[in-house]
């Protein structure tokens, strides 16, 4: 099993910044990759970015140039810069973890809260 905690959201004001951080703790994978996800109110959940094992990334067009996603492996831990924050923005943002880099995200944290006013 695999334990996920999601740290540092919050309320900042359109064109701030804030880093999202997310623990792991439990048993770990070779070939594995660690996303961020995000689901505003009344709409679904999306795809934000992805790190895979080998250090490769991936954005959604929608915050690509303004988000980056990094990992400290000594630390167990995923982070997520956002710069250039947007109203559109704000969502429950979750970090998970695809045990094989299948696509398929097995591991969930339980979420925290960024909320970026105009």
């Known amino acids: 099993q695999v334990q996920l905690v999601e740290s540092g959201g919050g309320l900042v004001q359109a064109g701030g910044s804030l880093r999202l951080s997310c623990t792991a703790s439990?048993?770990?994978?070779?070939?594995?990759?660690e996303g961020w996800f995000r689901e505003a109110p009344g709409k679904e959940r999306e795809f934000v970015a992805r790190?895979?094992?080998?250090?490769?990334?991936d954005y959604a067009d929608s915050v690509k140039g303004r988000f980056t996603i990094s990992r400290e492996n000594d630390k167990s831990a995923m982070y997520l810069q956002m710069n250039s924050l947007k109203p559109e923005d704000t969502a429950v943002y979750y970090c998970?973890?695809?045990?094989?880099?299948?696509?398929?995200?097995?591991?969930w944290g339980q979420g925290t809260q960024v909320t970026v006013s105009s």
């Open positions: 439990g048993r770990t994978f070779s070939m594995y990759a």
């Open positions: 998970a973890v695809d045990r094989y880099s299948d696509g398929e995200y097995d591991y």
């Open positions: 790190i895979r094992w080998n250090g490769m990334t």
